[in-house]
Protein backbone atom coordinates (compact mmCIF):
# COMPACT_ATOMS: atom_id res chain seq x y z
CA UNK A 1 0.00 0.00 0.00
CA UNK A 2 1.98 3.11 -1.28
CA UNK A 3 0.09 6.50 0.17
CA UNK A 4 0.94 9.02 0.57
CA UNK A 5 1.12 8.80 4.38
CA UNK A 6 3.42 5.68 3.75
CA UNK A 7 5.60 7.70 2.08
CA UNK A 8 6.24 9.66 4.94
CA UNK A 9 6.68 7.28 6.94
CA UNK A 10 9.21 5.39 5.21
CA UNK A 11 10.73 8.37 4.46
CA UNK A 12 11.02 9.18 7.85
CA UNK A 13 11.94 5.10 8.65
CA UNK A 14 14.81 5.09 5.97
CA UNK A 15 16.52 8.71 7.05
CA UNK A 16 15.86 8.16 10.84
CA UNK A 17 14.82 4.06 11.29
CA UNK A 18 12.63 5.69 14.36
CA UNK A 19 14.05 7.92 16.64
CA UNK A 20 13.77 9.57 20.25
CA UNK A 21 12.59 12.78 20.27
CA UNK A 22 13.09 15.78 22.75
CA UNK A 23 9.77 17.87 24.23
CA UNK A 24 7.50 16.04 21.91
CA UNK A 25 4.05 17.01 23.68
CA UNK A 26 0.21 16.99 22.24
CA UNK A 27 -2.98 17.19 23.81
CA UNK A 28 -6.03 14.49 23.50
CA UNK A 29 -8.56 13.43 25.55
CA UNK A 30 -8.19 16.27 28.12
CA UNK A 31 -4.53 15.41 28.82
CA UNK A 32 -0.85 15.80 27.46
CA UNK A 33 1.18 13.35 26.33
CA UNK A 34 4.56 13.10 25.66
CA UNK A 35 6.19 11.23 22.39
CA UNK A 36 9.57 8.45 23.80
CA UNK A 37 10.48 7.63 20.28
CA UNK A 38 8.91 6.78 16.67
CA UNK A 39 9.16 3.08 16.04
CA UNK A 40 11.67 1.64 13.80
CA UNK A 41 11.59 -1.14 11.14
CA UNK A 42 14.92 -3.26 11.82
CA UNK A 43 16.38 -6.29 10.02
CA UNK A 44 18.16 -7.32 12.87
CA UNK A 45 15.63 -7.23 16.30
CA UNK A 46 17.54 -9.55 18.44
CA UNK A 47 21.31 -8.03 17.85
CA UNK A 48 20.01 -4.56 17.93
CA UNK A 49 19.34 -2.49 21.49
CA UNK A 50 16.38 -1.00 19.81
CA UNK A 51 14.74 -4.13 18.80
CA UNK A 52 11.99 -3.75 21.19
CA UNK A 53 11.14 -0.46 19.15
CA UNK A 54 10.48 -2.62 16.18
CA UNK A 55 6.90 -1.90 14.77
CA UNK A 56 6.56 -5.72 14.17
CA UNK A 57 7.75 -6.65 18.18
CA UNK A 58 5.32 -4.15 18.94
CA UNK A 59 2.54 -4.80 17.06
CA UNK A 60 2.98 -8.59 18.02
CA UNK A 61 2.93 -7.88 21.29
CA UNK A 62 0.09 -5.64 21.82
CA UNK A 63 -2.09 -6.91 18.39
CA UNK A 64 -4.89 -8.44 19.97
CA UNK A 65 -5.36 -5.35 21.97
CA UNK A 66 -5.94 -3.22 19.16
CA UNK A 67 -8.67 -4.79 17.09
CA UNK A 68 -12.21 -6.23 18.56
CA UNK A 69 -11.96 -8.42 15.55
CA UNK A 70 -9.89 -11.73 16.69
CA UNK A 71 -10.45 -13.10 12.61
CA UNK A 72 -9.05 -9.94 11.41
CA UNK A 73 -5.16 -10.80 9.91
CA UNK A 74 -2.88 -7.85 9.60
CA UNK A 75 -3.49 -4.15 11.07
CA UNK A 76 -6.03 -1.84 10.43
CA UNK A 77 -4.35 -0.05 13.47
CA UNK A 78 -0.51 0.34 13.59
CA UNK A 79 1.83 1.96 16.25
CA UNK A 80 4.16 3.77 14.95
CA UNK A 81 5.43 6.03 17.92
CA UNK A 82 5.67 5.14 21.94
CA UNK A 83 4.25 7.45 24.29
CA UNK A 84 5.38 7.97 28.03
CA UNK A 85 3.52 5.43 30.14
CA UNK A 86 2.87 2.48 27.95
CA UNK A 87 0.37 4.40 25.50
CA UNK A 88 0.97 4.33 21.58
CA UNK A 89 0.58 6.84 19.08
CA UNK A 90 -1.21 4.80 15.87
CA UNK A 91 -2.33 5.29 12.25
CA UNK A 92 -6.19 4.00 12.48
CA UNK A 93 -6.89 2.78 8.71
CA UNK A 94 -10.59 1.44 9.60
CA UNK A 95 -12.12 4.71 7.82
CA UNK A 96 -9.58 5.42 5.40
CA UNK A 97 -6.95 3.27 4.03
CA UNK A 98 -5.47 5.56 1.88
CA UNK A 99 -5.28 8.75 4.52
CA UNK A 100 -5.45 7.73 8.03
CA UNK A 101 -6.66 9.06 10.78
CA UNK A 102 -3.80 9.40 14.07
CA UNK A 103 -5.13 8.18 17.47
CA UNK A 104 -3.69 7.37 20.96
CA UNK A 105 -4.57 4.02 21.92
CA UNK A 106 -4.70 3.60 26.03
CA UNK A 107 -2.83 0.57 27.35
CA UNK A 108 -4.93 0.43 31.06
CA UNK A 109 -8.23 0.76 29.27
CA UNK A 110 -7.77 -1.34 26.58
CA UNK A 111 -8.50 -5.23 26.66
CA UNK A 112 -8.06 -8.15 24.85
CA UNK A 113 -9.96 -7.96 21.22
CA UNK A 114 -11.67 -4.63 23.13
CA UNK A 115 -9.27 -1.69 22.24
CA UNK A 116 -9.62 2.08 23.55
CA UNK A 117 -8.83 5.05 21.38
CA UNK A 118 -8.88 8.59 21.38
CA UNK A 119 -8.49 10.23 17.85
CA UNK A 120 -5.57 12.97 17.89
CA UNK A 121 -6.04 14.17 14.14
CA UNK A 122 -7.38 13.45 11.09
CA UNK A 123 -4.10 12.67 9.22
CA UNK A 124 -0.16 12.14 9.67
CA UNK A 125 0.22 15.74 8.35
CA UNK A 126 -2.36 17.32 10.85
CA UNK A 127 -0.90 15.16 14.17
CA UNK A 128 2.53 16.55 12.77
CA UNK A 129 1.50 20.42 13.03
CA UNK A 130 0.05 19.94 16.18
CA UNK A 131 3.44 18.72 17.88
CA UNK A 132 5.00 21.10 20.26
Not at 53 to 62: E, G, K, L, N, P
Not at 81 to 91: I, M, P, Q, Y
Amino acid sequence: METKVAGIILGLHKKNNGAEVEDATFECNSRIYMIERFLCMLDDIENNPNGIYDIDVVFSQIGERLTNNEDLLGAEVLPISAVFAGDFVCLDFRVNKENPAVCVWSHEEAGEFDPVFYKIADNFTEFLEILK
